[in-house]
């Protein structure tokens, strides 16, 4: 039964240990991979422009000319595109408005719970 016991202890050790190897290896290998639909992908690569300071018309005019200059872009797809930047530009002169009136409500919202203006009476 002693002998028993010390194999079982080794089997676990031994786990342990294979764990502890592949745990290592996995951090060396560490990779993500993010799958989005191509209007996914569109939306984040013009917030990642307006983030590094360009202005979301100036991001939507990049985009724009990247696609239009492509040969690899069919004809179709670029007229799609034509199509979809008109509606980006113009809800994109909305976006700023529409930031500072939801920033304005969790302000409003915050200052309700710490009294002041808008306590019930």
Not at 69 to 74: F, H, Q, V
Request: hydrophobic share 45%.
């Amino acid at each position: 039964m002693h002998t028993a016991f010390l194999n079982q202890m080794a089997k676990k050790e031994l786990v342990r240990k294979e764990l502890n190897e592949l745990t290592e290896v996995l951090k060396g290998n560490h990779n993500c991979m993010v799958v989005m639909t191509s209007g996914e992908y569109l939306d984040f690569l013009l917030l990642m422009k307006v983030r590094s300071g360009m202005s979301f018309i100036q991001a939507v005019d990049w985009v724009s000319s990247l696609i239009l200059l492509s040969d690899e872009i069919s004809v179709n797809a670029k007229k799609s595109w034509n199509t979809y930047k008109d509606v980006l530009k113009s809800v994109g002169n909305y976006v700023p408005a529409v930031l500072d009136a939801v920033t304005l409500f969790v302000l409003a919202k915050e200052m309700k719970k710490g009294g002041g203006s808008f306590r019930e009476v």
